[in-house]
């Protein structure tokens, strides 16, 4: 019988993986350390990278957009503008003004249609009460044929984009006559 004080010896299995553990060298953890920082550098360079293409990429897409807008602005614009040349044209030979009058009537509607098929909308003015958010008041105008606050008259039009305001309205806005 063993004796309770005495340790057991290994079996020759047991000594041989003690043996290997043994042997096998412990990894240096400064090592480990400067792969693991050399490994994430290189991540960071990568995701650096990568960030600074994405960059160059957007921006190449939104200049070609933007391009491609105004290419498709100014396939609608060009047939306006060749009707108004025409018509520049003709004015010079024309007898008859009324119907030159017409014509440039036509042209005028052909751009407000053009317009309205970019989305650009004419914003209303006289008759309507005053709103200093899509119109500029230049004058006021004593008058009893509209109410005080209302447009009166119009000096330039206005235009928005959608619910985007490219210009404001210049008018004249009514005030109530002196007494």
Do not use: C, W
Request: charged share 30%; net charge negative; hydrophobic share 40%.
């Amino acid at each position: 019988m063993p004796d309770e004080n005495e340790t057991p010896t290994p079996a020759p299995a047991e000594a041989a993986d003690s043996a290997e553990q043994a042997a096998a060298p412990e990894p240096d953890p400064l090592e480990a350390a400067k792969a693991e920082q050399a490994k994430l550098k290189d991540q960071l360079l990568r995701t650096l990278a990568d960030f600074d293409n994405f960059r160059k990429r957007s921006r190449r897409e939104l200049a070609d957009a933007e391009r491609r807008g105004k290419d498709d602005m100014l396939k609608e614009m060009l047939p306006v503008f060749d009707n108004l040349d025409r018509a520049s044209a003709h004015a010079e030979t024309a007898t008859d003004v009324k119907a030159l009058a017409d014509g440039i009537g036509l042209v005028l509607r052909q751009f407000a249609d053009t317009l309205g098929k970019l989305g650009i909308e004419r914003v209303p003015a006289v008759g309507r009460p005053f709103d200093p958010s899509v119109h500029e008041a230049v004058q006021q105008m004593e008058t009893s044929d509209f109410e005080p606050g209302i447009i009166a008259a119009e000096v330039q039009a206005g235009y928005r984009n959608s619910e985007k305001l490219i210009r404001p309205a210049l008018v004249v806005v009514a005030k109530a006559p002196a007494n």
